[in-house]
């Protein structure tokens, strides 16, 4: 078999048979990383000699699990005691961590290989991976395109098999969003499901990792391996039922899928719309029953979010002020100067931005009108789809507006990067799970370019979803192709 060619689970399977070694899948992966990487950017750094030694302990009998000899790809926003960890980011340009993130450990515990480090927006803020200070992520499937943001690294990685599995952070869509516009599958996992431990923080009450993959078992798990109670987080929770992950293909009877208008608005690309309707046919064909739900909120997500969480960012990246943490400027006047000089040379425009718009959010006078009021309307959005969940066992909507948009289309303007989040954010902000399917293909300037379709479900339920998911990726061969590289 060709290991970058099989699904997680089948790859994972043959070398247990010994059918092929984790040394040949791992310099699989590495020779095709060494053959694409140089086009796409999407790797940071590789942990070659590593990850092959790490293989040759699988072969040996020395390392075992879940994973045993599964190569992974990890956004460079999660530490390792082993290569290094910069977010993208000039501020952390060099930094080595003197510590693993729980959800890393996690799946080397389960004998996985970590390939190595993925290119992403810097510090997760961004839609495209164009916010990167190593330079742009690149589509696979149209290199003059973005790959979305801001785990954009792995959902590239992921769609040109430069890994068998890849591990991003979604705080308002930064792992569906990518996954849609590189035609994988993506998942954010409720809130408190995975450790944060490890992670570092944009928005602490919304930042939740999860996993890339091609199919829905392979999703599944990768969740299943890093879930679970951290004592290092106090925000992760006391929930045991990651085992009922594993069976994606138990049948869910009579599914009820929920439709909501506002998200079939006319301005989405015309492909997107007939794309969640052929979702909605294909799950009334099988059984389903779809429920028209309404949820007005929807439209305040993206206005709410760019409180919340740029709030929260200006208080978490306080610390990097290049006395405490990061990179330090050489020349200052006095310790004020050397505050300004150092995160001026090391924050990029978009963290910049963000930190002043939390900052004016959060000052006198303005807190109240603005952060205390966002803290309400997230509070209704909760409440809006608790009442949702009460009609339908999962939403069904784009996850996007539209398929990939080219480099620097939307780069002079922000707010239009914003709104590629519109159909992402709401999940965040009421802590709930989603997944991106790959649901089909827009032809734009003869390429043919992916879109996703996404299910929501209520806090908690991932197996559920998984199983509704799976539903529909068994009756279409979206997550099959592959991008012509």
Request: proline residues 5%; contains cysteine; negative net charge.
């Amino acid at each position: 078999m060709n290991p970058t060619q099989a699904t997680l689970i089948d790859l994972r399977d043959a070398i247990a048979a010994r059918s092929v070694s984790a040394v040949e899948a791992a310099r699989a992966y590495l020779d095709r990383i060494e053959q694409y990487n140089g086009r796409l950017n999407a790797y940071h750094e590789v942990f070659a000699e590593r990850a092959l030694a790490r293989a040759e302990r699988v072969d040996a009998g020395e390392v075992g699990g879940e994973l045993a000899g599964v190569p992974i790809a990890i956004k460079d926003v999660l530490c390792t005691e082993y290569g290094q960890t910069t977010c993208s980011s000039r501020m952390l340009a060099g930094y080595r961590s003197p510590f693993t993130a729980t959800a890393v450990r996690r799946l080397e515990d389960a004998g996985a290989i970590i390939l190595g480090k993925t290119v992403m927006d810097e510090f997760a803020m961004g839609s495209s991976c164009e916010n990167s200070a190593v330079g742009p992520v690149l589509n696979p499937w149209d290199v003059t395109r973005v790959p979305g943001g801001s785990s954009g690294g792995s959902a590239a990685a992921m769609a040109a098999d430069l890994c068998a599995g890849a591990i991003g952070t979604d705080t308002g869509g930064s792992i569906r969003q990518p996954a849609a516009l590189c035609g994988v599958v993506g998942v954010k996992p409720t809130y408190g499901r995975i450790s944060r431990y490890g992670l570092v923080a944009f928005a602490s009450s919304l930042d939740q990792v999860g996993p890339f993959t091609h199919t829905v078992a392979d999703a599944a798990l990768l969740t299943k391996v890093m879930s679970g109670r951290d004592p290092k987080d106090s925000t992760s929770a006391h929930v045991d039922d990651a085992q009922d992950m594993a069976d994606v293909d138990q049948p869910v009877d009579k599914p009820r899928i929920g439709i909501a208008r506002q998200y079939m608005s006319d301005a989405n690309d015309p492909a997107m719309n007939r794309a969640v309707q052929q979702a909605l046919d294909i799950y009334r064909d099988a059984g389903a029953e779809i429920v028209d739900i309404d949820l007005p909120l929807t439209d305040y997500g993206i206005a709410t979010y760019y409180i919340v969480a740029p709030a929260e960012a200006s208080s978490n990246l306080a610390r990097f002020d290049g006395v405490h943490y990061g990179h330090r400027a050489q020349q200052a006047d006095d310790l004020i100067d050397l505050y300004a000089r150092s995160r001026s040379e090391g924050f990029g425009d978009e963290v910049k931005r963000r930190i002043m718009l939390g900052t004016y959010v959060l000052s006198s006078g303005y807190y109240d009108a603005y952060y205390n009021r966002a803290l309400k309307v997230r509070r209704l959005i909760k409440q809006e789809f608790d009442a949702a969940f009460e009609r339908c066992d999962a939403l069904l909507c784009p996850t996007t507006a539209g398929p990939a948009f080219r480099l620097g289309e939307k780069a002079d303007d922000p707010l239009a990067m914003y709104l590629n989040d519109a159909y992402t954010v709401n999940a965040n902000m009421a802590g709930i799970p989603g997944v991106s399917l790959p649901g089909g293909f827009a032809d734009h300037d003869g390429h043919a370019l992916p879109l996703g379709v996404q299910l929501i479900g209520p806090a908690f339920d991932e197996a559920r979803l998984f199983r509704i998911a799976r539903l529909f990726e068994k009756h279409t061969d979206h997550h099959t192709r592959r991008p012509p590289l």
